[in-house]
């Protein structure tokens, strides 16, 4: 499952919200899991602004490759946004 979880974070950092559902539906055991996890991240984090000061309090040396935490935070919005629409 850890395996399929870092492919699916992958394929949604390289691709986007569309291509990781896409990537869940074909696997229905954590779809569920991944859904329920984004609704917990946007309890803890209800705003950008929360997640960038999360970010900015845990991050040592940001890494010039990797998304922004704005950029982060909207990423996975999106995908938990797909994820009700096709779940429910």
């Known amino acids: ?11 949604l950092r390289n691709v986007g919200a569309i291509a990781a559902t896409t990537e ?3 696997r229905p055991h954590i779809i569920h899991l991944v859904r329920m996890s984004l609704e917990a991240f ?3 984090y209800p705003t950008v602004e929360a997640y ?3 970010a900015a309090d845990t991050e040592d040396e940001p ?5 922004s935490p704005a950029e982060s935070y909207d990423t996975l919005r999106q995908l938990l ?3 009700r629409q096709r779940v429910n």
């Not at 890494?63 to 998304?67: D, L």
């Open 63 to 67: 890494e010039e490759e990797m998304q």
């Open 81 to 83: 946004d797909v994820l």
């Open 24 to 26: 869940l539906e074909q």
């Open 42 to 44: 946007f309890r803890q």
């Open 52 to 54: 960038e000061a999360y």
């Open 1 to 11: 499952m850890q395996y399929e979880l870092e492919a699916i974070g992958d394929r």
